[in-house]
């Protein structure tokens, strides 16, 4: 089965400092990788994805994402933090194989991100 | 906005009681989802229907239980309400496994 961890559950950052948010997998099959957004009283909104193909993946607002599969981890970053970015962020897997399943999607504990003047 | 769209956005009711959640998916996506975001739990999957048909479980309750109907929307209906069913509920429309689109929630509370 597979499982996602996210360390800290609380990332504290200054407005303009580099944004860190960690996330490591375990799966038996290649995986599918997210990282989700929660803005407060709202939905989940995807920030990136890797699915195949190159390995650090851009996504929106300016964060990105590393796959590396001998550290089985996708973590998040962005070079400058805003205000803007304070929410929580998830982790996520999907392993399933393909066909018209789909597969179901597995989400770390998330990290909540402050972002200080 | 995703475009998934889900009713209503609150619900207050009381222990023991039943109430059914309901969710329209992005056009054309024929798969949907249903998580259960709780503090203690975090999100969880609780099933997916394809097309009309269910096609995977998670851990979803015995008193929860899900359709998906022949023009796409799905309802979940949780009865015998405990204190511990509230939560924030989720439903995801998705077209291939690349990526689950999430609805807003509906938030429930069970006084």
């Known amino acids: 089965a597979q499982s996602v961890t996210q360390l800290g559950s609380h990332v504290s950052v200054s407005e303009g400092a580099l944004v860190l948010l960690r996330c490591n997998y375990s799966?038996?099959?290649?995986?599918?990788l997210f990282w989700y957004v929660q803005y407060p009283n709202q939905g989940l909104q995807l920030l990136l994805k890797?699915?195949?193909?190159?390995?650090l993946v851009k996504g929106i607002n300016g964060f990105e994402a590393e796959f590396k599969k001998s550290e089985t981890s996708f973590h998040l970053t962005k070079p400058s933090a805003h205000m803007s970015d304070a929410a929580e962020y998830f982790c996520?897997?999907?392993?399933?194989?393909?066909?018209?399943?789909?597969?179901?999607?597995?989400f770390g504990q998330g990290t909540i991100l402050t972002v200080h003047p | 906005d995703s475009g998934v769209t889900q009713t209503p956005k609150h619900l207050i009711t009381a222990t023991g009681q039943r109430v059914t959640l309901r969710c329209s998916p992005r056009?054309?996506?024929?798969?949907v989802y249903w998580y259960q975001q709780s503090l203690d739990q975090g999100l969880q999957f609780l099933i997916q229907?394809?097309?009309?048909?269910?096609?995977a479980k998670g851990n979803i309750l015995e008193r929860f239980s899900a359709q998906q109907f022949p023009d796409l929307h799905s309802e979940l209906n949780l009865s015998s309400l405990e204190l511990g069913d509230s939560a924030l509920y989720f439903c995801?429309?998705?077209?291939?496994?690349?990526?689950?689109?999430f609805g807003p929630g509906t938030r429930l509370t069970v006084l």
């Open positions: 996520a897997v999907n392993t399933n194989a393909g066909g018209t399943s789909y597969g179901k999607l597995t």
């Open positions: 056009s054309g996506d024929l798969s």
């Open positions: 799966s038996s099959v290649p995986p599918y």
């Open positions: 229907y394809y097309n009309g048909e269910e096609r």
């Open positions: 995801a429309s998705s077209a291939s496994r690349d990526t689950q689109y």
């Open positions: 890797y699915t195949t193909g190159a390995t």
